[in-house]
């Protein structure tokens, strides 16, 4: 197995990508489904397009849309990944799942489907057709070195899909829980930003709650960092009352004090 190289832009996710990394470069003959989930707003979308970037892998992002408009929007992208003159037709999702199969004649390489439970929810026979499409002895599959790896955020799905007697349970070789970030490795990193030359935008579920204009946020992240930068103070303060000042005395500690970011 090959080990990618880490995108510099990347924070943290050292474990993700290198078991993403093993995934998709496994040199083992015949499809492959692997399957990944992980809350929004926690970089598994650019988790997953730069393993593709990386590797030329294929990435289609599902929308909330019919089953005939997300075939056809798949035709349309997998036709610009080949360089084909015109859109595929799809007329059901067993040709469509056979073709991303097909990516991987030559060689081993990554196919992800992101935000699935949107095609599951205006199909769901979806995860039985992915199941009979990589069954064992079946030649699409056989011939194929695709790393199928299916997607979503919506994780109380994500966990049914191979659990019970679901039809994926026992397909899928990988599985990677993409954890929210640790939130002191991220205030590490912040530490060190100027509010006054960093562009921050508010996304949320919620259109009207979604702010962009740089001049009303840099308060709110200014305050935030602040509020990093006491309770980095209050740890360096509590690690150095408990290590130093109670240990001169011969003042047993119980429990761990939080270690400061940088004290």
Not at 113 to 121: A, G, H, K, S, T
Not at 197 to 208: A, M
Request: net charge neutral; aromatic share 6%; proline share 7%.
């Amino acid at each position: 197995m090959l080990s990618l190289p880490r995108p510099p832009e990347m924070f943290d996710r050292e474990r993700e990508w290198r078991d993403l990394s093993a995934f998709v470069t496994d040199p083992a003959t015949g499809g492959t489904l692997g399957v990944v989930s992980g809350r929004r707003r926690q970089g598994k979308t650019f988790l997953l397009r730069a393993l593709c970037q990386a590797t030329g892998g294929f990435y289609f992002a599902a929308d909330e849309a019919t089953d005939r408009e997300s075939l056809n929007r798949l035709g349309a992208v997998l036709a610009d990944h080949l360089g084909a003159p015109a859109p595929l037709a799809f007329d059901t999702w067993h040709p469509a799942v056979d073709a991303l199969l097909a990516l991987g004649r030559e060689r081993r390489i990554p196919v992800v489907i992101d935000e699935f439970p949107y095609l599951v929810r205006a199909n769901a026979q979806l995860p039985s057709i992915v199941q009979n499409a990589l069954a064992p002895l079946r030649a699409e599959r056989d011939t194929s070195r695709t790393s199928l790896l299916l997607c979503g955020s919506a994780m109380s799905f994500m966990g049914r899909l191979l659990s019970g007697n679901a039809p994926l349970r026992g397909r899928a070789g990988f599985e990677l829980v993409v954890p929210t970030l640790d939130h002191q490795l991220a205030a590490r990193e912040l530490l060190s930003i100027d509010p006054a030359d960093t562009y921050l935008v508010v996304e949320h579920e919620y259109p009207p709650a979604r702010i962009q204009d740089k001049a009303r946020l840099a308060p709110i992240l200014k305050g935030s960092l602040a509020f990093a930068k006491a309770i980095d103070e209050a740890a360096a303060a509590m690690f150095a009352l408990q290590h130093e000042v109670m240990a001169a005395q011969g003042i047993p500690i119980q429990g761990k004090g939080r270690e400061a970011y940088r004290s």
